[in-house]
């Protein structure tokens, strides 16, 4: 008895099933790629591909909400599904029907990530495919996609009359395993041509680089560059990135009044962000050796004197200050750096033997994890190696946000620091105002904060960020004497206080601002004018410049305010720079030297912080009386005496209450081996940042107790009693 024809049917589809299924059973499996959280939507999408490529398949982008979600799928398909109605037909005739009535299904695979509290977040909602691994890669379609680089050079030498195969010709020469064809060639010519695609975001991605389609980059360069003026990025994860906010500020040359960048006001997601990827690079940093993250160092010091010049120019441009400032800048930066290559020897521990009966003890200092660093506008290169070279040279990751006024150095400081093979994450930079400075206060996986800042600002980050039990160091603006006793040098002591007084334009925060003349200015005026000048004022980029503008509008009307009502309250306007011009550069922020003399105490100039290239002059009667007006001002951070009189440097030193104290010369910030100290309030916290002090800021001490001896019971526990006598413990 024969089954009847539908029946057949029936039983020859079901084995073919079972062979299909059989089939697909055997191959080897491919597994789908390991949820986690990733700082943005790219980071995701680089994850999900790169895990494909190590697989044997390759995903694209099936579906996107660029803020909020996308689902990513396989990029092959390969189960076979009969769309024809069941027939009774022999098996060959069977399979000829079933390959031409069919059509090859898409694979099942698919992952998909939102965007949850700032985040994104992978799942895979199916992780089977229902095909074989790529044995090859170079095998998939998108393996004959060009690079950006050769779509540029396909538009230009299609410009200059080539055809598809002598184009093809030249770019096999650069590159000999390019896959595409003539025809390849062709296709994107004619999308040239016909306005479809353009060289900027034409879409192109390799699997053996990575097996996403990259349909959602630019190919050309990052949006942050294709704007203009340019919008300086955030680096977050080890990419440098373009705010997701709308919002910025303009960086505008202080010379020229034109716009040199923008700078966006990130937003707390972005900080989050940021946050979240320094402490996913902590657990691997801290354990990577430390000769291994100081040859980083040695390298970021080489790139630093490679670029040099592209440094000192862009501070020059964002800043104002002179070339031969801007180096300086650098150089004093660069130093901070060569420290931290050596870094390795000021964490070593103590060691103690035998404490108790077979027992030693030990300390060893460890990195704290996630720190962030604040920085003022004087120093655009020195504030930020100021931190981050010593913290992550510790072990630590760092999060910093450069001033708003002068972001673009930090952004190239930290192209270098990649460069040198800085890990990703390790060093992140978000860019924005009071918002990104309290977000990283408040952020608990945030421990230790480096802060310079003007005074107003300090006292409400101090106290927020202590409150979050932060570590942290604040160093303040600070109104820096100088004392110049009757029997000092004439000569010398003029080259140095016009130097300390006006250089970088008074904008620094060791700036010499205040002269105490002991026994009267008189003897001194008229030559302390005609070295002030002799001063050039102009713009930094010029070669005959000693003194640039101010930051901004704003400051120069501020400063030129402070000078003005002090002038009307009795000081005397010795020299008076507030209407100087300067050919070229008329809009510029300059304002030229000046001398006020006959200050007193009261008086609103010697209150506040001028920063700018503003000398008060007052008088004392004696050197006990000088010194009494510098230890009365809050804000004096350091102090000289200008004499040829032992005795009274001598006294002076003894005498006066600041961190940093000068004989026969200026206020300067000290060597990075040295420590660098400042009295309170121009300080506050516990631990500065230089020398040994900054080791110890970026670190923390464990004590380990050890015994290693076999114990046929139990094992003696060292203690002492009230009187210091050691004890012995029985642990049961």
Same mark, same amino acid.
């Given at each position: 008895?024969?089954?009847?024809?539908?029946?057949?049917?029936?039983?020859?589809?079901?084995?073919?099933?079972?062979?299909?299924?059989?089939?697909?059973?055997? !191959?080897?499996?491919?597994?789908?790629?390991?949820?986690?959280?990733?700082?943005?939507?790219?980071?995701?999408?680089?994850?999900?591909?790169?895990?494909?490529?190590?697989?044997?398949?390759?995903?694209? @982008?099936?579906?996107?909400?660029?803020?909020?979600?996308?689902?990513?799928?396989?990029?092959?398909?390969?189960?076979?599904?009969? +769309?024809?109605?069941?027939?009774?037909?022999?098996?060959?005739?069977?399979?000829?029907?079933?390959?031409?009535?069919?059509?090859?299904?898409?694979?099942?695979?698919?992952?998909?990530? &939102?965007?949850?509290?700032?985040?994104?977040?992978?799942?895979?909602?199916?992780?089977?495919?229902?095909?074989?691994?790529?044995?090859?890669?170079?095998?998939?379609?998108?393996?004959?996609?060009?690079?950006?680089?050769?779509?540029?050079?396909?538009?230009?030498?299609?410009?200059?009359?080539? &055809?598809?195969?002598?184009?093809?010709? $030249?770019?096999?020469?650069?590159?000999?395993?390019?896959?595409?064809?003539?025809?390849?060639?062709?296709?994107? =010519?004619? =999308?040239?041509?016909?306005?479809?695609?353009?060289? $900027?975001?034409?879409?192109?991605?390799?699997?053996?680089?990575?097996?996403?389609?990259?349909?959602?980059?630019?190919?050309?360069?990052?949006?942050?560059?294709?704007?203009?003026?340019?919008?300086?990025?955030?680096?977050?994860?080890?990419?440098?990135?373009?705010? &997701?906010?709308?919002?910025?500020?303009?960086?505008?040359?202080?010379?020229?009044?034109?716009?040199?960048?923008?700078?966006?006001?990130?937003?707390?997601?972005?900080?989050?962000?940021?946050?979240?990827?320094?402490?996913?690079?902590?657990?691997?940093?801290?354990?990577?050796?430390?000769?291994? +993250?100081?040859? /980083?160092?040695?390298?970021?010091?080489?790139?630093?004197?490679?670029?040099?010049?592209?440094?000192?120019?862009?501070?020059?441009?964002?800043?104002?200050?002179?070339?031969?400032?801007?180096? %300086?800048?650098?150089?004093?930066?660069?130093?901070?750096?060569?420290?931290?290559?050596?870094?390795?020897?000021?964490?070593?521990?103590?060691?103690?033997?035998?404490?108790?009966?077979?027992?030693?003890?030990?300390?060893?200092?460890?990195?704290?994890?996630?720190?962030?660093? /604040?920085?003022?506008?004087?120093?655009?290169?020195?504030?930020?190696?100021?931190?981050?070279?010593? *913290?992550?040279?510790?072990?630590?990751?760092?999060?910093?946000?450069?001033?708003?006024?002068?972001?673009?150095?930090?952004?190239?400081?930290?192209?270098?620091?990649?460069?040198?093979?800085?890990?990703?994450?390790?060093?992140? @930079?978000?860019?924005?105002?009071?918002?990104?400075?309290?977000?990283?206060?408040?952020?608990?996986?945030?421990?230790?904060?480096?802060?310079?800042?003007?005074?107003?600002?300090?006292?409400?980050?101090?106290?927020?960020?202590?409150?979050?039990? =932060?570590?942290?160091?604040?160093?303040?603006? *600070?109104?820096?004497?100088?004392?110049?006793?009757?029997?000092?040098?004439?000569?010398?002591?003029?080259?140095?206080?016009? !130097?300390?007084?006006?250089?970088? !334009?008074?904008?620094?925060?060791?700036?010499?601002?205040?002269?105490?003349?002991?026994?009267?200015?008189?003897?001194?005026?008229?030559?302390?004018?005609?070295?002030?000048?002799? @001063? =050039?004022? %102009?713009?930094?980029?010029?070669?005959?410049?000693?003194?640039?503008?101010?930051?901004?509008?704003?400051?120069?009307?501020?400063?030129?305010?402070?000078?003005?009502?002090?002038?009307?309250?009795?000081?005397?306007?010795?020299?008076?720079?507030?209407?100087?011009?300067?050919?070229?550069?008329?809009?510029?922020?300059?304002?030229?030297?000046?001398?006020?003399?006959?200050?007193?105490?009261?008086?609103?100039?010697?209150?506040?912080?001028?920063?700018?290239?503003?000398?008060?002059?007052?008088?004392?009667?004696?050197?006990?009386?000088?010194?009494?007006?510098? %230890?009365?001002?809050?804000? #004096?951070?350091?102090?000289?005496?200008?004499?040829?009189?032992?005795?009274?440097?001598? &006294?002076?030193?003894?005498?006066?209450?600041?961190?940093?104290?000068? @004989?026969?010369?200026?206020?300067?910030?000290?060597?990075?081996?040295?420590?660098?100290?400042?009295?309170?309030?121009?300080?506050?916290?516990?631990?500065?940042?230089?020398?040994?002090?900054?080791?110890?800021?970026?670190?923390?001490?464990?004590?380990?107790?050890?015994?290693?001896?076999?114990?046929? #019971?139990?094992?003696?526990?060292?203690?002492?009693?009230?009187?210091?006598?050691?004890?012995?413990?029985?642990?049961?």
């Amino acid at each position: 008895m024969h089954p009847c024809p539908s029946a057949s049917h029936l039983l020859h589809s079901l084995m073919m099933d079972f062979q299909s299924s059989s089939e697909f059973n055997d !191959a080897p499996q491919m597994l789908p790629p390991p949820p986690g959280t990733f700082v943005d939507r790219e980071e995701l999408i680089q994850h999900v591909g790169d895990f494909a490529v190590s697989q044997g398949y390759v995903v694209t @982008i099936k579906q996107s909400k660029r803020d909020r979600v996308v689902v990513l799928g396989c990029d092959r398909g390969g189960v076979y599904r009969n +769309r024809r109605k069941p027939v009774d037909e022999s098996s060959a005739e069977s399979l000829r029907r079933r390959k031409t009535g069919s059509r090859l299904t898409n694979c099942p695979f698919e992952a998909v990530g &939102k965007k949850d509290d700032g985040l994104w977040k992978l799942s895979i909602k199916n992780g089977a495919h229902n095909h074989e691994p790529l044995k090859d890669l170079s095998e998939h379609p998108s393996a004959r996609r060009f690079t950006e680089r050769e779509v540029l050079l396909i538009k230009e030498m299609t410009e200059a009359g080539l &055809k598809p195969r002598q184009i093809l010709k $030249r770019l096999r020469q650069s590159n000999p395993e390019l896959l595409s064809t003539p025809k390849h060639v062709y296709n994107v =010519k004619a =999308k040239l041509r016909q306005g479809n695609v353009t060289v $900027r975001n034409f879409k192109s991605l390799r699997p053996q680089k990575t097996a996403v389609r990259n349909n959602y980059q630019s190919v050309m360069e990052p949006s942050w560059r294709q704007r203009n003026p340019p919008r300086v990025p955030n680096l977050i994860g080890g990419r440098f990135v373009d705010s &997701k906010s709308l919002t910025s500020i303009d960086v505008v040359n202080p010379a020229t009044q034109l716009i040199v960048s923008q700078v966006p006001l990130s937003t707390n997601e972005e900080v989050r962000a940021a946050v979240f990827a320094a402490k996913r690079a902590f657990s691997s940093w801290r354990n990577t050796p430390a000769t291994n +993250r100081q040859r /980083i160092m040695f390298k970021f010091q080489e790139l630093i004197r490679r670029d040099m010049d592209k440094l000192a120019m862009e501070i020059t441009s964002e800043h104002g200050k002179t070339l031969t400032d801007a180096y %300086n800048d650098v150089l004093r930066g660069l130093e901070i750096v060569e420290h931290a290559c050596g870094v390795a020897t000021l964490q070593i521990g103590e060691f103690v033997s035998n404490i108790s009966n077979g027992v030693d003890t030990y300390s060893i200092r460890e990195p704290l994890g996630v720190c962030a660093g /604040i920085c003022s506008f004087d120093f655009p290169a020195m504030t930020p190696l100021w931190m981050f070279p010593i *913290a992550v040279t510790c072990g630590n990751t760092f999060i910093l946000k450069p001033s708003e006024k002068v972001p673009g150095v930090a952004v190239i400081l930290a192209e270098l620091a990649v460069e040198a093979g800085l890990p990703n994450g390790v060093l992140n @930079i978000v860019h924005g105002t009071d918002d990104i400075i309290n977000a990283i206060c408040d952020d608990d996986d945030v421990k230790a904060i480096a802060l310079v800042g003007p005074n107003s600002d300090v006292a409400d980050i101090y106290s927020r960020a202590s409150a979050k039990g =932060k570590r942290i160091q604040c160093n303040i603006g *600070a109104k820096n004497h100088a004392v110049v006793m009757p029997d000092a040098s004439i000569d010398a002591t003029l080259s140095a206080l016009v !130097a300390a007084g006006f250089g970088g !334009a008074g904008q620094k925060c060791m700036a010499l601002t205040t002269v105490v003349y002991v026994g009267g200015i008189t003897p001194w005026e008229d030559k302390l004018v005609e070295h002030a000048k002799a @001063i =050039k004022v %102009n713009a930094g980029t010029e070669s005959n410049a000693d003194l640039g503008p101010v930051i901004s509008k704003q400051e120069k009307e501020r400063i030129c305010r402070l000078i003005q009502v002090d002038t009307e309250s009795g000081a005397k306007l010795l020299l008076d720079g507030r209407n100087i011009l300067v050919p070229g550069y008329e809009n510029g922020n300059f304002i030229g030297p000046t001398i006020l003399s006959d200050v007193t105490v009261n008086m609103e100039c010697y209150k506040e912080d001028v920063f700018g290239p503003v000398l008060l002059c007052m008088q004392a009667e004696s050197i006990d009386e000088a010194i009494e007006i510098v %230890n009365r001002n809050r804000h #004096g951070s350091g102090a000289s005496i200008f004499t040829t009189s032992a005795v009274a440097a001598r &006294k002076f030193q003894i005498e006066i209450a600041v961190g940093q104290v000068g @004989i026969n010369v200026p206020i300067s910030v000290q060597p990075p081996f040295t420590l660098f100290t400042s009295s309170k309030p121009c300080f506050a916290g516990d631990l500065n940042c230089d020398g040994k002090g900054g080791i110890l800021f970026y670190t923390q001490i464990k004590t380990v107790t050890q015994q290693w001896k076999d114990l046929p #019971g139990n094992v003696e526990t060292p203690t002492s009693n009230s009187n210091g006598e050691s004890l012995q413990l029985q642990n049961s």
